[in-house]
């Protein structure tokens, strides 16, 4: 029997080229394009990102739905998400590397003096700053999952010194490892870098606040690749503007586009980007979601289901 598989996006063009790849990829399944109000095609799969709620509503077989993105959030959001259907997420798929090049960057940036070298040369100086010192940036990197544990490792690898902080205790080589609530404060006091890779969920929302930002090292530097919620915009502005912390590097935010008045736009210690940190790749994830469908379809186990109690 042919497998049936609606693939449903955020925008028409966007669902139809993903529909092609995954098509041209599994000849034995049949690949469709949801749309809403379309006479239900009874799908055994859902591929999808940010789709409308009324998918789940119309097709109400579905043996599993595929996020095409390691966060599942606005999926999770979504009241006719069924709570009992399985929900598989990208498990790295090529975006680790991306994400430990974007942090890498903004580690170095901070460290080294860039954002003052490239005010230096706006005021026509120069000015050269003293030696830094690796062992003076200690980074911290909230989220040891399939994208945090490689970044971590890169970051070490370039010779900072670096802990990770995960909800359940983790061991990495040459990565020191904090986990829970209790262990927090300890693993925040530690670090001058904060690098944000947790998924945004009850417990994680708006944990960036005024109360953990101000635990880092003084001159500290925050570097967000995961979701604006987690981050309290006017607490980390008050402690940039304070002088706590040396600016942030924020890839993500509450409202995305981010609002042209914001003042993320303008802060000179605050560089942003449009959420670009670690882009699905198309290959590598039409590759990983079909394996799993042919999986699945075997009776066989698979990994990067998502614990819906936990919301990750
Ligand atoms: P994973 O689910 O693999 O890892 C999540 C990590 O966070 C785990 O180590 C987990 O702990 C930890 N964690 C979860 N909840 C808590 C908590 N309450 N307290 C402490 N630690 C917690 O996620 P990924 O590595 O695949 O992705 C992380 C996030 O990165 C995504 O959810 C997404 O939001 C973001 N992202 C952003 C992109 C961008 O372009 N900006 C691109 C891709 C992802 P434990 O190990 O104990 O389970
Ligand atoms: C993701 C993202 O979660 O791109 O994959 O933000």
């Known amino acids: 029997m042919?497998?049936?598989?609606?693939?449903?996006?955020?925008?028409?063009?966007?669902?139809?080229?993903?529909?092609?790849?995954?098509?041209r990829a599994y000849e034995g399944a049949e690949f469709t394009v949801w749309a809403d109000g379309q006479p239900p095609i009874d799908a055994d799969y859902a591929i999808v990102w940010r789709p409308q709620g009324a998918l789940f509503r119309q097709e109400r077989h579905l043996k599993a739905a595929f996020n095409l993105g390691a966060g599942v959030d606005s999926l999770l959001s979504l009241p006719d998400l069924p709570s009992d259907l399985p929900i598989v997420r990208l498990e790295d798929a090529g975006m680790a590397l991306q994400m430990?090049?974007?942090?890498?960057?903004?580690?170095?940036?901070?460290?080294?003096?860039?954002?003052?070298?490239?005010?230096?040369?706006?005021?026509?100086?120069?000015?050269?700053?003293?030696?830094?010192?690796?062992?003076?940036?200690?980074?911290?990197?909230?989220?040891?999952?399939?994208?945090?544990?490689?970044?971590?490792?890169?970051?070490?690898?370039?010779?900072?010194p670096v802990a990770g902080w995960s909800r359940s205790a983790r061991q990495l080589q040459g990565i020191q490892s904090f986990s829970g609530a209790s262990?927090?404060?300890?693993?925040?006091?530690?670090?001058?870098?904060?690098?944000?890779?947790l998924p945004l969920t009850p417990d994680t929302e708006n944990i960036l606040d005024r109360q953990t930002l101000q635990k880092l090292k003084r001159g500290g530097y925050l570097i967000n690749v995961a979701r604006g919620a987690h981050v309290v915009d006017e607490d980390l502005l008050a402690l940039i503007d304070s002088g706590h912390l040396q600016?942030?590097?924020?890839?993500?935010?509450?409202?995305?586009?981010?609002?042209?008045?914001?003042?993320?736009?303008?802060?000179?210690?605050?560089?942003?980007?449009?959420?670009?940190?670690?882009?699905?790749?198309?290959?590598?994830?039409?590759?990983?979601?079909?394996?799993?469908?042919?999986?699945?379809?075997?009776?066989?186990?698979?990994?990067?289901?998502?614990?819906?109690?936990?919301?990750?």
Do not use: C
Not at 132 to 159: C, E, T
Not at 183 to 197: I, T, Y
Not at 269 to 290: C, F, G, K, M
């Open 247 to 312: 600016g942030a590097l924020l890839d993500v935010f509450r409202t995305e586009p981010l609002p042209a008045d914001h003042p993320y736009w303008t802060h000179p210690r605050v560089r942003i980007t449009p959420h670009i940190a670690a882009i699905t790749l198309d290959e590598e994830a039409v590759q990983q979601s079909n394996k799993k469908i042919q999986l699945l379809e075997r009776g066989d186990t698979i990994t990067g289901l998502v614990a819906r109690g936990a919301g990750y």
């Open 2 to 23: 042919t497998i049936k598989v609606v693939v449903a996006g955020d925008t028409p063009q966007y669902t139809q080229a993903w529909r092609d790849r995954f098509a």
């Open 183 to 197: 262990q927090l404060d300890a693993f925040l006091q530690r670090s001058r870098v904060l690098v944000n890779l």
């Open 100 to 160: 430990a090049d974007y942090v890498l960057h903004g580690i170095i940036h901070a460290s080294r003096g860039f954002g003052d070298y490239a005010a230096f040369q706006q005021a026509g100086r120069w000015s050269p700053m003293p030696a830094m010192r690796h062992r003076d940036w200690p980074v911290g990197i909230m989220g040891l999952g399939a994208i945090g544990s490689q970044v971590a490792r890169a970051v070490a690898n370039a010779g900072y």
